[in-house]
């Protein structure tokens, strides 16, 4: 049993298929790219519907003008029937392909078409039938049209163009072959202009006129393809701008709300290597090791969840960035990417809202009959070495200097000292410097004697809470 081998499509309709599955794919890995589309096809089809409305009853309003007899009342009628027909598409309306909308649209078409070929059932005159199909009407197909690049996509825009032609074309055949003709009409004008053929062939109440029909479907197609560009470009710019959206939501995992606006705007390279002052947080949940060797998984997992979600806050609430996650361990700094005289306050109050948390957090887990935990947290502040570290191929944003050090030592101290929390000396006399208002907050600690740390031959002297 042999097969035939059906040819590759035309490049134009490859290139058509490629361009709509890129789109489709982007979409289904996008969720703000998915609800952009999804507003935008919502917005725009409810516009359309409004526009669509409003133009077909401004026809309706120049009918009698232009047709000052009864029989006009049918025209009159059928843009109501083309009103309704387009709200149904808006109550049908989905975002990606839906069969049910487009037959509605080919049925739109259709009977438009129809309309314009058929005569008026209500007219008293008899008339040729290809003297119908010549009235001038393809121009209302254009009104349609543009109403479609409101709530459409380029592709069903470009579909349109081509079944509109399609449905002229098959109408100039039925016509040439099945219409009413008038033969002694033709031959009235034939021997009105003889001598005249132009004329007579132009008068021919019995011609289809052809090169006119080819016209009007030749300009339709090409105006249809313009709008599809058009819709094209305007879809480009939409999922840019999802993505955008996609960038930021990345960078507000990281970065408070008010600093992700100055990050997307700002002209400066923010991954250059650079030295400045920063307040650097650690917080740890101590004796995590032990807890997960006596937990399970998931009771291990919703800690951690619970306890990040509670440092996050702390630490955006306050300005703060959160630079990693260290397993259980948590690394955030105050001043980057841009330094403000504020950072150690900033910084002391994040430190003192994370103890208020995580009382508010144990008292929550003994109600629900679990052990509290205890965390452990060291500021301080100093200059740091910050910038894009790593091959081309892993960069990452990393802050790095004895100053994170010296933090990360504080917050180990906390165990031996008794504590939940240890800041530097540097880092309190920074923060009562930037007038920031540390009154209630510099209250909650203690001026404790200075400590060697590990790695370290110069005492420091700290503040514990």
């Known amino acids: 049993m042999s097969f035939v081998k059906m040819p590759p499509p035309p490049p134009f309709v490859a290139r058509f298929r490629k361009l709509q599955e890129a789109e489709e794919q982007q979409a289904r890995s996008n969720p703000f790219l998915a609800k952009a589309l999804e507003d935008e096809k919502h917005q725009g089809h409810r516009l359309a519907v409004f526009a669509r409305s409003i133009a077909l009853g401004l026809v309706a309003i120049l009918l009698p003008f232009l047709n000052m007899r009864l029989d006009v009342l049918f025209y009159e009628a059928t843009l109501l029937m083309f009103i309704a027909l387009g709200w149904l598409q808006y109550r049908v309306a989905s975002v990606g392909r839906s069969r ?16 314009f070929i058929l005569p008026n059932p209500f007219l008293n ?19 349609i049209l543009a109403v479609a690049t409101l709530a459409y996509s380029w592709r069903t825009v470009w579909a349109m163009g081509t079944w509109v032609a399609l449905l002229w074309l098959l109408g100039f055949f039925g016509v040439t072959l099945f219409g009413h003709e008038m033969p002694e009409l033709s031959e009235a004008a034939a021997f009105a202009f003889a001598g005249h053929d132009i004329l007579a062939s132009e008068l021919d109440p019995n011609s289809t006129q052809p090169a006119v029909r080819v016209q009007e479907m030749v300009v339709f197609v090409i105006v249809a393809g313009i709008l599809a560009l058009k819709g094209w470009r305007s879809n480009q710019l939409l999922m840019r701008q999802a993505n955008i959206a996609t960038e930021r939501a990345n960078l507000s995992r990281y970065f408070p709300s008010s600093l992700v606006d100055v990050l997307a705007s700002t002209e ?8 400045q002052d920063v307040a650097v947080l650690f917080s740890d949940i101590v004796g995590f090791t032990q807890f997960a060797e006596s937990h399970s998984p998931q009771e291990v997992m919703e800690l951690l969840r619970r306890y990040h979600a509670f440092v996050e806050r702390a630490i955006f609430q306050n300005g703060g960035t959160l630079d990693k996650y260290l397993g259980d361990g948590v690394m955030a700094t105050f001043g980057t990417p841009q330094t403000k005289p504020e950072d150690a306050a900033n910084a002391l109050k994040a430190a003192l809202q994370l103890i208020e948390e995580a009382k508010a957090f144990n008292k929550d887990r003994e109600a629900n009959g679990l052990a509290a935990v205890e965390i452990s947290i060291g500021v301080h502040y100093g200059p740091v070495i910050l910038g894009d570290i790593g091959p081309s191929r892993r960069l990452e944003f990393a802050v790095v200097g004895d100053t994170v050090n010296v933090a990360s ?4 101290s906390t165990r031996e000292l008794g504590c939940q929390c240890v800041v530097s000396e540097d880092l309190m006399r920074r923060a009562e410097s930037s007038d920031a208002g540390i009154d209630p907050t510099r209250k909650a600690f203690l001026a404790r004697p200075a400590i060697t740390l590990r790695g370290r031959k110069t005492p420091i002297e700290i503040w514990t809470a």
């Open 100 to 115: 049910l909308e487009l037959a509605l649209i080919l049925l739109d078409l259709s009977l438009l078409t129809l309309l």
């Open 125 to 143: 005159e008899e008339l040729p039938t290809a003297l119908t199909y010549r009235f001038d009407n393809f121009i209302y197909f254009f009104i």
């Open 268 to 275: 400066h390279d923010i991954g250059a290597v650079r030295t």
């Open 409 to 412: 030592r504080l917050e180990a």
